[in-house]
């Protein structure tokens, strides 16, 4: 996945990934680091798998082949929370900004416009789920949520987000 390896390189991700970093120093629970991007990435293509549901991707986003959407699935989970600093920093929609940078970022890394258009759609889409969401986006939404096994985590009873979370064994259920 040569698209990949580039993206996980570029500048611009690392700068922006290094801002997540810089300001998660508290809380210490639900890190945007690169291991929660790699998470996110691998449950997104797992959970396309377990489905069965690469070729039918591949058709309806009319991608090139099954390594296309291999890498539009991991760019996806890889960007999807790429702008998090700004909603710390300014209490800003991480989703649409990162949306955004991704469209900067993409190019760089030879994705092409239609590809972009994809990708940038299911970061835009991940924070909420909806009826109209994109087959991607909803992919994303549900493997950031499975990403996180929050009743494990040490900081369960102060985290904002634990009342919203699926906290069972069955959330892995799909």
Not at 30 to 51: G, M, Q, S, T
Not at 54 to 74: C, Q, S
């Amino acid at each position: 996945m040569r698209r990949i390896e580039l993206l996980l390189n570029d500048p611009i991700f690392n700068k922006h990934m290094q801002r997540n970093a810089e300001l998660e120093i508290e809380p210490q629970f639900c890190r945007h680091d690169i291991h929660h991007h790699i998470d996110v990435a691998r449950i997104a293509y797992i959970l396309v798998l377990e489905h069965n549901d690469l070729n039918y991707f591949v058709k309806e986003a009319d991608l090139t082949g099954r390594l296309a959407a291999k890498e539009v699935i991991y760019a996806a989970g890889l960007l999807h929370d790429i702008a998090k600093w700004k909603e710390y920093e300014a209490g800003a929609e991480h989703a649409a900004i990162g949306a955004r940078i991704a469209r900067e970022i993409l190019p760089r890394v030879f994705f092409n416009p239609h590809e972009v258009d994809i990708i940038c759609q299911a970061v835009y889409e991940h924070r909420n789920i909806s009826r109209d969401m994109s087959f991607l986006g909803e992919r994303i939404h549900r493997a950031d949520n499975l990403s996180r096994v929050c009743i494990k985590c040490e900081h369960r009873m102060a985290c904002p987000k634990v009342k919203n979370k699926e906290i069972t064994i069955t959330a892995f259920e799909y």
